[in-house]
């Protein structure tokens, strides 16, 4: 029964949803690195893992009050420690998917996709790319889809999941993995699969 | 994994102080935010010149930092671009009044994170320009990629800005300046081994004993393609065909060649290369006027060169020429 997204999440599982990210981002770490070292230069894991890290240490010394405080730090800190092309995107998307949280105490399941989707739109403008450039694009748009259509998390999951196995025969447009040209075919793109990590631990945190 | 290094989180921090020890005379260096400033930074009156990138390319841009030449680097991590809170800081710390010019290289987290920079600077009340630096011919569809990457030229239109800015130029004159620095050069590089990522611990692509990759980045990326390993004349044939055809370079043309070494490989070979590179120029009807070889823009221990080439004009050669004290370059003071 996938009725995982139908309760509100308060500003505490949202915070259960960033310490079980930075969990499976250490985890998959080494993973990562080697989609990057692939196509890219192959820091994704250990730049994610850094700032994650930083996350956490944030919110072992802070507590935010609302969901759209605590959006904000975790972009702000991610901006801030990351770095690279990921930094930027990753702390776009959060900050963004903080500001349509607005004043709300809790997300219910409308307001979780309205923030997702802010933050996905923020991560097109900021890095000007579209479904199908290869990149974390790729899985957040067909996740927050199966999301916005009562879907529940967990299809939200396989939905990402899929997106970023879907990369692996695209040419890059966008990154350093566009410098590859058909080089880059076979492929998946490390941050369309560190975006999939980012879906699922927010179905496993419940 | 044979490095030097004390423990692979370290590299970066431990290099800045061993810099800041080394070349107190020069450079101070800030930490948390990391970044590079002259010691008598800010210079009233005077252009601020800020740059910034990956570590793991010194000399670039720490090493270009002093009289002359930058006025701060932000170093971030390896191969990875720094955060906009250390491009502020840094552009704060060098604001001296008469504006700010940021010298971005054209790779998607460098683009981005300056932006973002800009955006903080101009809240701060400094006015910014921006130039983005994008010489490598190696990348060929603008269109379908993330643009050209921008190398060699880097190192070039730091000198000639650091040069003009320190001779009094206001802001725009500096900017526009590094945008003709940019739009007359044209570089290509391959590799002969890649390099090693402290943190990923193992070479970021691997390369037989007889074999080159040509057309690389500066961050281990891959380049556009794989081939047999070349003599040394013929390398510099194959790197400078593509520069010359590009711009195009014409008969006549007084320009400024740059042979620079990704790491590895010694001065000696880079003197080969040199030697090869100039005679194609002069056979292509260019007067060579200005000459750099070394290794200035690195790939940590990878082992390959790369070519610049540069059409001067009056302005760019007498900012060239002009004094610079620097940690990575020294002439004429």
């Known amino acids: ?3 995982d997204g139908a309760r509100g999440r308060d500003t505490g599982a949202l915070i259960a949803w960033m310490r079980r990210l930075a969990a499976t981002i250490r985890t998959h770490e080494a993973e990562l690195t ?19 890290n930083k996350v ?19 972009g702000m800190t991610l901006i801030g420690s990351v770095g690279g092309a990921a930094g930027p995107l990753y702390g776009t998307f959060f900050l963004e998917a903080g500001k349509a949280a607005g004043s709300a105490a809790e997300l219910d399941e409308a307001g979780l996709v309205r923030c997702l989707a802010a933050g996905l739109a923020g991560v097109k403008a900021r890095g000007k790319a579209e479904p199908g450039d290869k990149t974390m ?9 199966a999301l916005g259509s009562r879907g529940g998390l967990a299809e939200a999951g396989r939905a990402a999941r899929a997106g970023a196995q879907a990369t692996a025969p695209l040419i890059a447009r966008k990154g350093r993995a566009s410098y590859l040209g058909e080089r880059a075919i076979g492929h998946v793109d490390p941050g369309a699969m560190s975006s999939v990590l980012l879906i699922e631990s927010l179905a496993e945190a419940g | 994994m044979k490095k030097l290094i004390n423990g692979a989180e370290n590299v970066v921090a431990e290099a800045l102080a061993g810099m800041a020890a080394a070349h107190r005379d020069l450079i101070r260096v800030h930490f948390e935010p990391n970044y590079i400033v002259r010691a008598d930074a800010p210079v009233r009156g005077k252009v601020g010149l800020v740059s910034g990138g990956g570590s793991g390319h010194e000399p670039m841009h720490g090493g270009f930092v002093g009289r002359g030449m930058l006025d701060a680097a932000c170093p971030g991590a390896i191969f990875t671009s720094p955060t906009p809170d250390q491009m502020s800081e840094a552009t704060k710390a060098v604001n001296g009044g008469a504006g700010v010019l940021l010298i971005v290289k054209n790779y998607t987290g460098d683009i981005m994170n300056f932006e973002m920079a800009a955006e903080l600077a101009k809240e701060d009340g400094i ?9 490598d011919v190696a990348v060929k569809d603008s269109l379908y990629t993330a643009g050209r990457r921008g190398v060699g030229a880097t190192v070039l239109a730091e000198k000639i800005c650091g040069g003009a800015a320190e001779e009094g130029a206001d802001l725009e004159r500096v900017a526009a300046l590094c945008r003709a620095v940019n739009g007359a050069a044209r570089s290509m590089g391959l590799a002969l081994s890649a390099c090693t990522v402290p943190q990923a611990g193992k070479p970021s692509f691997e390369l037989a004993d007889d074999e080159m990759e040509f057309g690389i ?4 990326e891959p380049g556009r393609k794989r081939m047999k390993l070349e003599k040394a004349d013929h390398v510099a044939e194959m790197l400078m065909e593509p520069i010359l055809a590009d711009l195009p370079f014409r008969r006549g043309d007084e320009v400024l060649l740059f042979v620079n070494g990704m790491g590895a490989t010694p001065l000696i070979e880079l003197y080969i290369v040199y030697r090869a590179a100039q005679a194609i120029a002069e056979k292509h009807g260019l007067a060579v006027s200005r000459r750099l070889v070394g290794p200035f823009m690195t790939s940590l221990e990878m082992a390959g ?3 610049t080439l540069l059409r001067l004009d009056d302005a760019m050669r007498k900012a060239w020429d002009a004094p610079v004290v620097t940690p990575a370059m020294r002439w004429g003071a």
Request: glycine share 10%; net charge negative; no cysteine.
């Open chain 2, 127 to 135: 006015e910014v320009r921006q130039v983005v630096i994008d010489d």
């Open chain 2, 217 to 220: 980045g500066i961050h281990g």
């Open chain 1, 34 to 52: 080697a989609l990057d070292a692939a196509i890219g230069d192959g820091d994704h894991g250990a730049n994610l893992a850094r700032g994650f």
């Open chain 1, 56 to 74: 956490e240490q944030k919110l072992d010394a802070e507590m935010p009050a609302t969901p759209a405080a605590l959006l904000r730090l975790v």
């Open chain 1, 137 to 145: 694009v790729d899985a957040l748009t067909p996740a927050i889809e």
């Open chain 1, 1 to 3: 029964m996938d009725d």
């Open chain 2, 305 to 307: 060169v790369s070519i």
